[in-house]
Nanobody, 122 residues
Framework: QVQLVESGGGLVQAGGSLRLSCAASGLTFSRYTMGWFRQAPGKEREFVSA????????LYSDSVKGRFTISRDNAKNTVYLQMNSLKPEETAVYYC???????????????WGQGTQVTVSS
């Protein structure tokens, strides 16, 4: 059974940083791509970033490129999202997700975590 458990959310001032973690289990990691998404109140869920387990290759949305960094620790089965220079409009629930396959993409994810709240104050 696939389980994704996010942690690391919280309250931060604008311009600050947070690091989110996603502990994954039940996956054959070499066959999966991992992603981060976010959903703000009243808005649709949007793609943030993705990483391929095997190579560490990554993909970012234009809105976070240069400020966010996705990484993975294969030994700990954990994916991270380092978020710098945070903006108030990035207040949202952040979700970890996994999809079968090694193509870096923003769509068609199969498994989701419960989410972690990130609040950026102005």
């Amino acid at each position: 059974q696939v389980q994704l458990v996010e942690s690391g959310g919280g309250l931060v001032q604008a311009g600050g940083s947070l690091r989110l973690s996603c502990a994954a289990s039940g996956l054959t990691f070499s066959r999966y791509t991992m992603g981060w998404f976010r959903q703000a109140p009243g808005k649709e869920r949007e793609f943030v970033s993705a990483v391929r387990w095997t190579t560490g290759s990554s993909l970012y949305s234009d809105s976070v490129k240069g400020r966010f960094t996705i990484s993975r620790d294969n030994a700990k089965n954990t994916v991270y999202l380092q978020m710098n220079s945070l903006k108030p409009e990035e207040t949202a629930v952040y979700y970890c997700a996994a999809r079968v396959g090694v193509v870096l993409t923003s769509v068609n994810y199969d498994y989701w975590g419960q989410g972690t709240q990130v609040t950026v104050s102005s």
